[in-house]
Every structure is written in structure tokens, then in C-alpha cells.
């Protein structure tokens, strides 16, 4: 299957990226709770970055991400699907564009909107079907904003904070640009550069 495949950017052969599954890479423990693990390795040992981006194309490759701190949503959901890969568990990459509602001070001030595009997620096949799930905001983050972490069960999807916790909208999903077996850069110039312009 194309999406057990390692690639430029998908590169987990490399070894600072077999060091994050290395505890999982065993038949013991089922796909299902290796995928539930990594995911929230990811989720919570990468800090989310909205504000750092690049249209370098080495800068998207999962083995020098693995080296980082923090990282954007697409980036952490480039390291989640190398893993993920390398331990034979299909996955691919979902763009879209979403709306935040809260804390948009900074990102208004950055990009002249509430709105982030390309924002990745990541689809994983498990049981006989695909499901989507989004690792971009780490726990300490969601504790800030009073938004409940999105915790992944391997049976249904889990991508979208609608709502705070006290019921204010948090984020929207306002288009789906489909999913992607690699990582598709020159659309993700072309739609960084259409929506951002004065940044570039």
C-alpha cells in the first residue's frame, strides 16, 4: 500500500525517527494502541507553532522534525504519519482550512486573519477504515485556552475543537483540500503565498 511508504519527507528509516517507536515496535501491542501512543507522543512532546513557517522543502522532512521542539500542525502531523508508517500502519496527510475564534490577537497580527490554511491532519487506517485525527494542539497549550485536549480512541475520528470549555467556539473547519500520500509542497506554497501575500 502507497501509504506504508517512506519518501523524501516521510523518511522514518532515519534514525531520530525510529527512536520515537522504538518502545513500539513489537507485535505485543496492537495497531490500535500503537496508533493511540504515538499520537499522543506527538500530540504533547512537540509544542504547537502556528507561527513559524517555511517553504523550505527540508524543513518538512520527518527525521529533522523528530529534532525539534515544536512545530506547526503540519509539521506534527508529518512526524505522526512517519511513524505511524514505520510501524506498518497506513497513513496519509489531510489539509484543509480552519477559523480559529480564540487567542487571534497574535495570529491576526501575523498573517492579517483568524484563518489558517494550510492546516494538516492526519488520516489512519485501522479496523478496515480511515480515520482522521489532528495531533497540532499540545495538552499544556489546551489547559491555556480552557479547551479539552482531543484524545484519540482508535475507533471514531478526532479532529475538530469546536468549543471551549465553557462553550465559546474555538475553531471551524471552512474547506477540505482531500488528502495526500506525500507531502504536497507546491501546493502548499501556492496556497501560502494566494492567502498570505504580504508575509512573502
Known amino acids: 500500500m502507497k501509504y506504508l511508504e517512506s519518501t523524501y519527507y516521510f523518511d522514518f528509516e532515519k534514525e531520530s525517527?525510529?527512536?520515537?517507536?522504538?518502545?513500539?515496535n513489537t507485535d505485543i501491542i496492537s495497531d490500535t494502541e500503537k496508533t493511540i501512543r504515538i499520537y499522543n507522543k506527538v500530540r504533547d512532546n512537540w509544542k504547537y507553532d502556528p507561527y513559524s513557517i517555511s517553504?523550505?522543502?527540508?524543513k518538512y522532512k520527518s527525521s529533522h522534525i523528530a529534532k525539534k521542539q515544536s512545530g506547526n500542525c503540519?509539521?506534527?502531523?508529518?512526524?505522526?504519519?512517519?511513524?505511524?508508517?514505520?510501524?506498518k500502519i497506513p497513513a496519509r496527510l489531510h489539509l484543509g482550512k480552519v477559523k480559529n475564534h480564540i487567542a487571534v490577537e497574535r495570529l491576526t497580527e501575523k498573517f492579517g486573519s483568524n484563518e489558517l490554511t494550510p492546516h494538516g491532519m492526519?488520516?489512519?487506517y485501522l479496523k478496515d477504515k480511515w480515520l482522521k485525527m489532528s495531533p497540532a494542539f499540545n495538552k499544556s497549550l489546551c489547559t491555556k485556552l480552557n479547551v479539552e485536549p482531543l484524545e484519540f480512541d482508535?475507533?471514531?475520528?478526532?479532529f475538530l475543537?469546536?468549543?471551549n470549555s465553557d462553550g465559546t467556539r474555538?475553531?471551524?473547519?471552512?474547506?477540505d483540500y482531500g488528502h495526500f500520500e506525500d507531502v504536497p509542497l507546491d501546493f502548499m506554497e501556492r496556497?501560502?503565498?494566494?492567502h498570505y501575500p504580504h508575509i512573502f
Open 17 to 24: 525517527v525510529q527512536n520515537l517507536i522504538s518502545e513500539l
Open 55 to 58: 517553504l523550505l522543502k527540508e
Open 74 to 87: 503540519v509539521e506534527k502531523s508529518i512526524i505522526l504519519i512517519a511513524c505511524l508508517r514505520a510501524l
Open 122 to 124: 492526519v488520516n489512519v
Open 154 to 158: 482508535g475507533e471514531n475520528n478526532s
Open 161 to 163: 475543537q469546536q468549543y
Open 170 to 175: 474555538f475553531m471551524e473547519y471552512i474547506d
Open 191 to 194: 496556497n501560502i503565498k494566494e
